[in-house]
């Protein structure tokens, strides 16, 4: 389920993009040459990492064919659309009475997860790609800020990015991994927005984590927030009310339509 903040204005990508440049301009007037830049998170954002944990799960259940030979086939009649956040959702979503595959699933999807291997599976949101070059054009800049950590995904971010297109390695650009893989997410995060403002003004965030969103809005409550409606953390905080919710980033209006499983 990803659930819709109902005290929080929903609104398109095109009036968040207006907004971001709006703001940008203003900001100009008074940054003394610094460039203005908009944080975008990668996983559950720009990126939709459930066929990573599918092709995952596939692997597990391949692992699993000599015993349990109906996990395959059931993994194999899954969609995208079947899995949420939680790795052991997975296995609940393949309905095999099996309560120990779940604990299982998960410390396999997690030496998996977090490499560089199946980060080229991802989807990339439709749409993302125009919004990020729609801001560089117009003399933004963006940084991926992301929770992926550099020891363990670097080379699988730099590939994703550059393999579908995203404005990368330029002036205008910035790549900001977690240093180590144990790194909390929302303190790294802190650090690097803080850091981030010393050159120059941040004058917006995209994140999918409601907890993400609220921590940007303390330290930079000038920021324009964004929560995109995709799956999340469980348990989260409500959403500062500050923040505003896009459904899609596509900028024609042709995806503005809530997900599936949005309220």
Request: glycine share 6%.
């Amino acid at each position: 389920m990803i659930d819709r903040a109902l005290h929080v204005p929903l609104l398109s990508a095109r009036q968040v993009l207006d907004r971001l440049l709006a703001a940008a301009h203003a900001q100009s007037q008074r940054a003394q040459g610094r460039r203005a830049w908009v944080a975008l998170d990668m996983d559950g954002t720009l990126f939709d990492n459930r066929p990573r944990t599918l092709a995952i799960l596939h692997s597990f259940a391949m692992s699993h064919r000599e015993v349990l030979p109906e996990l395959l086939t059931r993994v194999q009649q899954l969609k995208l659309d079947d899995l949420h956040y939680a790795p052991s959702q997975a296995i609940d979503a393949l309905g095999v009475a099996r309560p120990e595959l779940g604990a299982q699933f998960t410390a396999y999807w997690r030496d998996r997860f977090f490499t560089n291997s199946f980060q080229p599976l991802d989807h990339v949101e439709p749409g993302a790609v125009e919004l990020a070059h729609r801001l560089v054009d117009a003399g933004l800049g963006v940084v991926y800020l992301t929770g992926r950590d550099r020891p363990g995904m670097m080379h699988g971010v730099l590939q994703s990015l550059d393999a579908h297109g995203f404005p990368l390695m330029t002036p205008q650009s910035q790549v900001v991994l977690k240093p180590d893989f144990h790194h909390d997410d929302i303190a790294f995060k802190r650090e690097a927005l803080a850091e981030l403002a010393k050159n120059g003004p941040v004058v917006g965030l995209i994140d999918n984590e409601p907890g993400i969103v609220n921590m940007a809005l303390e330290v930079l409550p000038e920021t324009l927030c964004v929560r995109i409606l995709r799956p999340h953390a469980p348990n989260p905080p409500r959403l500062d009310p500050r923040a505003v919710q896009i459904a899609s980033f596509c900028l024609d209006g042709a995806n503005d339509a809530l997900p599936i499983g949005a309220d």
